[in-house]
């Protein structure tokens, strides 16, 4: 029997049911790497004028199926193929889920009649690995049933807490043909449940904010998936509240607004005036909220939070006012509530928590060190050169760290990064993710040399299709997080394979057809981005920055230890105590 399917055909592919399903629920593009498991589902995207886009890593795939969810809102689509294809993707699985980013990761498999035969890619349970790593997987034994379990796992991906979610569809079930009266039929591919707090919640979180001399409002992830933006403002005007962002936030609230103290570790610069009080809207405690130190909220602050999970509420902190609810359904009835009510003014509280972010310039006024470019200054030029509309892709440790710092975003997924996974290498598909849902959009990616060199050869994805990412990677020759971490562990001159040095990225970048400039005078360094632009190709503009500049995140991962507190120090996270007997 042939293996295409006409319209007047009763007999329909594995591959055209999965196509469709994903068709009738909105998606338009799939990023993927090419497999032999899964070509009838690649026929039924040509099928369905689903957009196929091929990477040269897996990761790199999943990655921008995460950065496009980030950028539109939208369910993020990944196909691999099995075995060390979906091995290749385990960290771009892991990012997605741990950052709650509603993504479909759908892999094959040995057909399901050579069970035990050793078959080519198989040998092992892929969903048995990826469980725990993701909201739902499951294994689609039967071709009548792809799709509905498919709608099943949309769902889950895009309610409640969002997240990865992950199919496996073994060869002979996609290529197999099932009678169209046998299929499932996929409903609820479109369910989109906004659940709203207790009355009682609103007039306690009102009554808090109201009797508080210093609140801020901090938006977190789970606000860029909901349509909040007008209430957002509307709440913060009428309240007279600051509002402040984590990466995942950014852009919901506009960045010119009177009332946005921009990026939330900014909070850390109010000192002992710090916020009395924070309504936290879909933001989760931990370490991209400073872990369990009081270093951007102080112990004795009074909290109201509202997340979908209500495991996240009083995670790590006491919360007075914990709230189960969608973020834009609980902004919405907030800010009727708060218009109703009188507010005090707090003209002096709004200029200092909104003027924070100045106290940086004086921290580092010199653009050069002995080594290099300053990477504060680096940064700053390279975001102000890319313009106040672009999409900004952050990746590496420090480096990514010193772009934070000059963030501003206008819409919702315009600012990405690095999440709770921690991983380095998730830049070049995230751009390409961003870049794909407007072609004409400017997108940069600010990156280290060390995470550079995860997924340098996504330089040619970007070239093959043409996607104008700006690649600015800030050069000091070694894993700065590392080595400044080591040396303030155990002195100036350590150092244990935490070294890089020679690697010219902007030749690498050209030789895969990219423009390509490395940059050593900081007066250059905006006259290099405005041609790399001008270029019309994906670019990599190289900054030669001073490697002995230490990032102060660096130095507050360590923190401090003194004979009196008679700590172990250790990197990233808490020192341990030392206990002696009594």
């Known amino acids: 029997m042939h293996a295409s399917t006409t319209a007047s055909d009763n007999w329909i592919e594995g591959g055209e049911l999965l196509a469709r399903t994903l068709r009738d ?3 338009d593009i799939v990023f993927a790497l090419h497999g032999g498991h899964l070509e009838s589902f690649y026929r039924g995207c040509i099928n369905n004028e689903i957009r196929l886009l091929d990477f040269r890593h897996e990761s790199s795939a999943g990655h921008a199926a995460d950065g496009y969810a980030r950028a539109t809102g939208k369910l993020g689509v990944c196909v691999i193929t099995a075995g060390p294809g979906f091995t290749n993707a385990t960290t771009a699985i892991l990012n997605a889920q741990l950052d709650s980013i509603p993504t479909l990761f759908i892999i094959g498999a040995p057909p399901i009649r050579e069970d035990e035969t050793n078959a080519l890619q198989g040998g092992f349970d892929q ?3 990826a469980l725990p790593m993701t909201k739902y997987a499951h294994r689609i034994t039967s071709t009548e049933r792809i799709q509905d379990l498919t709608a099943l796992a949309i769902r889950k991906a895009m309610t409640g807490r969002r997240g990865a979610v992950l199919l496996e569809l073994p060869i002979d079930v996609l290529h197999m043909r099932a009678h169209a009266s046998d299929v499932r039929a996929p409903h609820g591919l479109h369910v989109h449940p906004r659940p709203a707090p ?60 009177p009332l946005n103290g921009q990026i939330v570790g900014n909070l850390a610069l109010l000192g002992d005036q710090r916020p009395d009080a924070a309504l936290l809207l879909g933001a989760r405690f931990g370490f991209r909220m400073a872990g369990r130190s009081t270093s951007l909220l102080p112990g004795d602050a009074h909290l109201i939070q509202v997340h979908s999970d209500a495991a996240e509420l009083s995670r790590l902190r006491h919360v007075e006012i914990p709230i189960v609810a969608d973020v834009g359904a609980a902004i919405n009835v907030l800010r009727t509530a708060a218009a109703g009510e009188t507010w005090p003014e707090r003209s002096a509280w709004i200029k200092s928590a909104t003027t924070a972010a100045s106290k940086l310039q ?21 975001v102000q050169a890319a313009g106040p509309n672009a999409a900004i892709i952050l990746d590496g440790g420090e480096a990514a760290s010193w772009a934070a710092f000059h963030l501003r975003a206008d819409r919702p997924g315009h600012v990405q990064g690095l999440g709770y996974l921690g991983a380095l290498g998730t830049g070049p598909g995230m751009a390409i993710g961003a870049q794909i849902v407007d072609p004409d959009k400017r997108v940069m990616q600010i990156t280290g040399d060390g995470a550079m060199g995860f997924h340098i050869q996504e330089f040619d994805t970007m070239v093959r299709h043409r996607l104008p990412i700006c690649t600015v990677v800030l050069n000091n020759q070694i894993w700065g997080m590392s080595i400044h971490g ?68 660096t130095v507050a991962a360590l923190g401090t230890v003194s004979d009196e507190k008679r700590e172990i120090m250790i990197p990233y996270y808490e020192n341990i105590p030392i206990r002696t007997p009594a």
Do not use: W
């Open 198 to 257: 207790h009355p009682e919640e609103v007039t306690a979180a009102i009554k808090l904010l109201k009797q508080s001399e210093r609140p801020v409002i901090i938006v977190g992830g789970e606000a860029r998936f909901s349509d909040c933006r007008e209430d957002l403002v509307a709440l913060a005007e009428a309240t007279r509240t600051p509002v402040f962002s984590n990466a995942r936030g950014m852009g919901v609230f506009p960045s010119g607004h």
């Open 127 to 129: 969903i048995a690995a």
């Open 486 to 553: 080591q040396q303030i562990m155990y002195g100036a001159n350590y150092s244990a394979i935490s070294e890089l040095s020679g690697t010219n990225y902007a030749s690498v970048a050209m030789a895969f057809g990219c423009h390509g400039e490395r940059v050593t005078d900081f007066a250059e360094i905006v006259p290099a981005i405005a041609r790399a632009y001008a270029s019309g190709k994906p670019s990599c503009i190289e900054i030669m920055i001073d490697a002995d500049v230490v990032h102060p995140v």
């Open 25 to 27: 629920a909105g998606v």
């Open 362 to 382: 004086a921290a580092y006024p010199e653009t050069r060190g002995p080594g290099g470019i300053h990477p504060f200054r680096a940064a700053e030029a390279a």
